[in-house]
């Protein structure tokens, strides 16, 4: 089945150790998204891509980066995680930008000790 | 400025029963795209329902169906027979260039 898989689905990591989370999608979608969502609240989009052109949320902290090497794969890079930074990360992807439904992966759980 | 309002942070429902989720938002977009979307205590982000903007019919999907008055910028959410599966926290989203989500509804089933 076309998925949309995100490892690991959790992840421990100490204050200020940099972090790496995984997102692969078999749906061949030229869009993906990398939201923080913490306890109780709306999803918050941080950055996303349309092929290989780079969005960043104009609110998004410069510790979060992104890599998408090819359309399958897309990593979210935390370069030195804070207490605050513990949240899930969800992955999602779309076929176009502008009007597609977005397909959500699980999420990683990121703890920060 | 977008928004997405969801006014009813929790509801309850009896299973079997019928409940309406409301949401609204505000956009000075002509062409838009409404979404709602369920996300259960496994917390994976799943897509229950989606409504173009230019159609006046309102969408359906098996039990679930809305209610969107464009005028009125309203995009409500009805959930007939409910099931104890339905329980989740359940995201209205506007999309114009980006997802713009609600702050949610907790929806909880009773047997």
């Known amino acids: 089945d076309a998925m949309v898989i995100q490892n690991p689905r959790y992840q421990v990591t100490q204050f200020g150790k940099p972090v790496t989370l995984s997102c692969s999608q078999t749906?061949?979608?030229?869009?993906m998204y990398w939201y923080q969502q913490k306890s109780s609240q709306a999803p918050k989009l941080l950055f996303h891509y349309y092929d290989k052109d780079f969005n960043n949320e104009a609110d998004t902290p410069d510790n979060f980066q992104s890599r998408r090497p090819n359309t399958s794969f897309c990593f979210l890079d935390i370069r030195s995680p804070g207490l605050g930074d513990a949240a899930m990360y969800l992955c999602?992807?779309?076929?176009?930008?502008?009007?597609?439904?977005?397909?959500f992966g699980p999420g990683t759980r990121l703890t920060v000790l | 400025a977008q928004t997405v309002t969801q006014s009813q942070p929790e509801m309850s429902v009896q299973e079997a029963e019928t409940v309406t989720l409301s949401c609204t938002y505000d956009t000075s977009e002509s062409d838009y795209y409404l979404f709602w979307y369920k996300q259960p205590p496994s917390r994976q982000m799943i897509l229950v329902i989606r409504q173009e903007a230019y159609k006046q019919q309102n969408a359906t999907e098996n039990r679930f169906s809305v209610n969107f008055q464009k005028a009125a910028k309203s995009f409500s959410l009805k959930i007939s027979d409910s099931q104890l599966g339905d329980a989740a926290m359940y995201f209205c989203?506007?999309?114009?260039?980006?997802?713009?989500f609600g702050q949610g509804t907790e929806l909880s089933v009773k047997p």
């Open positions: 749906l061949n979608h030229n869009v």
């Open positions: 999602a992807t779309s076929r176009a930008g502008d009007t597609d439904t977005q397909y």
């Open positions: 989203a506007l999309h114009r260039g980006k997802l713009i």
